[in-house]
């Protein structure tokens, strides 16, 4: 869902690290395998990025958990914006505090500046949908140069709105 954000960063002329577990297969960027529930095995993939590039000055991380190491190790490496990409239930108003919990991934370091954008749906013709992988990419782009603090890309409300809701 993120391919289009990644080829619109290999075409800025700036360096692009990729760390996934089959990053290496990428055509663009500079990629480091790694399984970001491996801890050992993320922060070793980590540190091979800055030694390759420097600590990143923005970050965009899709984890399916922030019940792992991996979140704050990036936010730690980071010297300038960390775009944490959230799934919809983050939203859920059932549960306001989760994504004041998951900002705490930044707590405390001064270099590492969060925004959060949250995977919303889509309203078409009086249903919802999922939105498409391009239509992810494009709206994180759009809230790297809107750098709001927290960006929902389409709605999340009403909440009993989205699909299968
Ligand atoms: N709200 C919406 O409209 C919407 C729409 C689409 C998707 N989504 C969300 O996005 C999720 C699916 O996204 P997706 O299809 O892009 O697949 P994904 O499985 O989330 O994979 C996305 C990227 O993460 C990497 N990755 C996945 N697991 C990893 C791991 N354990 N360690 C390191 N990297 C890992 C993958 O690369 P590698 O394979 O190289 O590791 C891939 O590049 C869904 O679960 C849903 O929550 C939301």
Redesign the pocket.
Known sequence: ??NGLVEAFAGDGGRLSL?????S?SPVGDGFD????DEAGFAAALAAAVARSGPPDLAVA?F?TLKIAAPRLLAQAVQGRMIQVL??AMADPDHPDRLIRAAAVADGLPDCALRQVV????MEAGRSR????A??SAGVLEAIAADRLLTI??QVAPWSARPGG
């Open positions: 869902m993120l760390l996934s577990r089959r990053a297969s790694c399984d970001y529930h899709w399916h799934g919809s995977l919303g749906f889509r999922w939105h498409a992988g239509e992810i890309i389409g």
